[in-house]
């Protein structure tokens, strides 16, 4: 199983921009889909973005061309770039990874929008 450690979070106004990142304890290079996901109080986990070890990205409907994810195999490492930051974007966001075998979460970093 992999560790994964989120960071990147904050309180940031709306419009505002925020990137998040996502350490793995190993190699990201072997690992099919790394991906991130939002939970805000009182809703279901949903997807946010998601990219796949040859390079193919997916994004949940809200944040498509606000949101791009990318991925640094050399330093283990998956980035969110979120840009136009709005209230609805407040939420937990958590790194999540995901091979045939097994599918391993972080703990999570707090974004809040707010003005």
């Known amino acids: 199983q992999v560790q994964l450690v989120e960071s990147g979070g904050g309180l940031v106004q709306p419009g505002g921009s925020l990137r998040l990142s996502c350490v793995a304890s190993?190699?990201?290079?072997?690992?099919?889909?790394m991906g991130w996901y939002r939970q805000a109080p009182g809703k279901e986990r949903e997807l946010v973005a998601r990219?796949?070890?040859?390079?193919?990205?997916d994004y949940g409907g809200s944040v498509k061309g606000r949101f791009t994810i990318s991925r640094d195999n050399a330093k283990n490492t998956v980035y969110l770039q979120m840009n136009s930051l709005n209230i609805e974007d407040t939420a937990a966001y958590y790194c999540?990874?995901?091979?045939?075998?097994?599918?391993?979460w972080g703990q999570g970093t707090q974004v809040t929008v707010s003005s």
């Open positions: 999540n990874s995901w091979t045939p075998i097994t599918a391993s």
């Open positions: 190993r190699r990201i290079a072997s690992i099919n889909v």
């Open positions: 990219i796949t070890n040859t390079g193919t990205t």
